[in-house]
């Protein structure tokens, strides 16, 4: 547990919002911060870490509900009181080049791993004023794919569409999203290394309430907070 000053604050769109902490310490795409949100509010609200490095990590949210809105309202040189890093991030291949999927909010944790990976990313929004960060991820990654459900920015469609084709090029897909994308990200990679972000409702953060359970093929029940959030495709339960 560690009180975190904000050191920036600013609003992304008018419902998405960027923090960065003072945070010294590493952190591995695919892990979360489990911040706390003030009086009243009992449980920490799970946000993966966007970027991290020079002694600080940043988060970047929807405004959905009470916690998020007080997060967006807090400003420099408030103090949070965060949990993490946490959570099994993606893991790196040994060697050839990995393909970033990000779906809606989706994309924010894998900026951090553009940072940490030799990679191309495919990310896809709802609409063209959903579109986020392509500023920063073009300088990190090779190819940049874009994608909207309805056409307004990029290529019109899911982001499946963007990745359809291209399996054989990459040593590991790494993606983050909504599940139905998942689900449907995992029918399109079939047999492809696919690895991905399960987001759950969490109580505890840490493997001590099972709130957050994940349903495995092998009949098994894991947690998203301590042996996820990220998981190999082909190990997840889509049914269950
Ligand atoms: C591992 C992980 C990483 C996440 N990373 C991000 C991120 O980078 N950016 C982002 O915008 N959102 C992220 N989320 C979702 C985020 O946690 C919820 O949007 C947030 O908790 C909503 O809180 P609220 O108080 O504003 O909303 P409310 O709806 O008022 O929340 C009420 C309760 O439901 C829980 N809850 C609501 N929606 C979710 C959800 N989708 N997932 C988990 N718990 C939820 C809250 O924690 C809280 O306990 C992540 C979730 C998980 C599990
Ligand atoms: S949130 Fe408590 S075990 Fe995962």
Known sequence: MADATVVRSFALTDKIHSLTLELPGEASPGQFLHVACGDGLLLRRPISICDAGDGAMRIVFEVKGEGTRRLAAAKEGDVLDV??????????????????VGGGLGAAPMLLAAKKFDCDAALGFPTAER?????????????????????????????????????????????????????????????????????????CGVGACLVCAVKLTDGSVVRACKDGPVFRAEEVDWNG
């Open 83 to 100: 949990l993490g890093p946490l959570g099994h991030g993606f893991e790196a291949p040994e060697k050839g080049r990995v393909l970033l």
């Open 131 to 203: 579109v986020m960060l392509l500023d920063e991820f073009a300088p990190r990654v090779g190819r940049l794919d874009v994608a909207t459900d309805d056409g307004t920015y990029g290529k019109k469609g899911f982001v499946t569409g963007l990745v359809e084709g291209r399996l054989g090029d990459y040593a590991a897909i790494m993606a983050c999203g909504p599940e139905p994308m998942l689900r449907a990200l995992a029918k399109v990679c079939a047999g492809a290394p696919l690895q991905v972000s399960m987001e759950r409702r969490m109580g």
